[in-house]
């Protein structure tokens, strides 16, 4: 896990995040390491990244520690095809003009496929106990405008994002970055915020784990920019009148 580690020493050293970059791997409840921490209440997947990121902890979810409806449709725990509800929800909590668009937003959820994968892991990276599928990274406008541009250091290529301001961090931040193998930044959602208590502040960056080494390189090339941001600084400064 050394390699790992060193990278999330990196992040944190560029960037000084205000919680622990996490890496996180999609896997069965059998592979699950030793003293993965599990809920005792059912929890959102968003809630087990804050309890992570914030606690330190490593945190396993299943399809039966879910308390999130959505999130067990979209990863394919729902023990039914009924989508109708989730639309339901959609319309009535004000997302929709209509039904038809409620339904819509629900077709276009970001998914993986039913059944395939029975839980995740969620871990600090710089104590992880995981070999990561993807890291994700919180952090403010000026961190996440780092991590693009480690992203684009070596390419030269801007980095596409599909936002939708709803599910965010677990579908368009885990499952998006997971099927497209493409970084994406994420305006956390309503659920982010309400049940998993992200700030008003935070942004999120999701890497695919084969391009994080990349991404940091990139990053500690980059002799101009750093975080925090420097200033001009008016010298000497100005008193009106004195």
């Known amino acids: 896990m050394e390699k790992w580690m060193n990278i999330g020493k990196d992040l944190e050293e560029i960037l000084r995040p205000k919680t622990y970059p996490l890496a996180v791997k999609l896997m069965d409840e059998s592979e699950f390491p030793e003293r993965t ?28 520690d879910c308390g999130c409806p959505g999130a067990s449709l979209v990863y394919g725990w729902a023990k039914t ?34 059944g395939k994968y029975g839980g995740l892991v969620i871990s600090p990276l710089t104590r992880t106990k995981i070999v990561p599928d993807l ?9 996440i405008m780092r991590l693009l541009q480690g992203a684009l250091y070596n ?8 936002m939708a301001g709803i599910f965010a961090s677990c579908t368009n931040g885990i499952i998006r970055t997971f099927n497209t193998g493409e970084c994406q930044v994420i305006i956390p959602g309503n659920g982010d915020r309400v049940f998993a208590g992200t700030n008003d502040d935070e942004m999120l960056f999701t890497i695919p784990a ?6 940091v390189n990139g990053m500690k090339a980059q002799g101009f920019a750093k975080y925090p941001i420097p200033v001009s600084l008016q010298v000497p400064p100005p008193f009106p009148g004195l």
Do not use: H
């Not at 989508?83 to 970001?110: C, H, R, T, W």
């Not at 084969?210 to 991404?215: D, H, M």
């Open 37 to 64: 921490r599990r809920p005792d209440e059912k929890t959102a997947i968003c809630q087990a990244i804050t309890i992570s990121r914030r606690f330190g902890w490593t945190m396993g979810i299943t399809e039966e």
């Open 81 to 114: 095809t009924d989508e109708s509800p989730l639309a339901q929800f959609f319309y009535m909590a004000g997302y929709a003009a209509d039904e038809a668009v409620a339904q819509k937003i629900v077709d276009n959820l970001d998914r993986l496929p039913p």
């Open 135 to 143: 890291i994700l990274v919180f952090g403010n406008p000026a961190q």
């Open 155 to 162: 390419k030269g290529e801007k980095l596409k994002s599909e």
């Open 210 to 215: 084969e391009k994080a080494e990349e991404i």
